[in-house]
């Protein structure tokens, strides 16, 4: 069992940036996959990056590719997400997830553990 808690989300003009943070409770962090996904009003929750238990593995969805960087810390059981470049498309509650699946899943049924939500919003 894992509890997620993202921080660091809020309001930014065109071209900014935000680092967004996850921090989980239990002593399993390390064996499992991270993922952040992002969820626009009235649409569906989409995959935005995912990184390996040991850090050594990501995957970006291609509208971040280049943007945004994953990253993790399994000593101080946190998980990053550096957003540069925003743009109003941007503008989304970003979600923490962990998988205790191996793959890099990009499917939110890949997920088994779910944080609360920040809400990052990007003004033109």
């Known amino acids: 069992q894992v509890q997620l808690v993202e921080s660091g989300g809020g309001l930014v003009q065109a071209g900014g940036s935000l680092r967004l943070s996850c921090a989980a409770s239990g002593r399993t962090f390390s064996t499992y996959v991270m993922g952040w996904f992002r969820q626009a009003p009235g649409k569906e929750r989409e995959f935005v990056a995912v990184?390996?238990?040991?850090?050594?593995?990501?995957q970006y969805a291609d509208s971040v590719k280049g943007r945004f960087a994953i990253s993790r810390d399994n000593a101080k059981n946190t998980v990053n997400l550096t957003m540069n470049s925003l743009r109003p498309e941007d503008t989304a509650v970003y979600y923490c997830?962990?998988?205790?699946?191996?793959?890099?899943?990009?499917?939110?049924?890949?997920?088994?553990?779910w944080g609360q939500g920040t809400q990052v919003t990007v003004s033109s």
């Open positions: 997830a962990a998988s205790v699946r191996l793959r890099l899943g990009v499917r939110t049924t890949e997920y088994d553990y």
């Open positions: 990184i390996s238990w040991s850090g050594g593995s990501t």
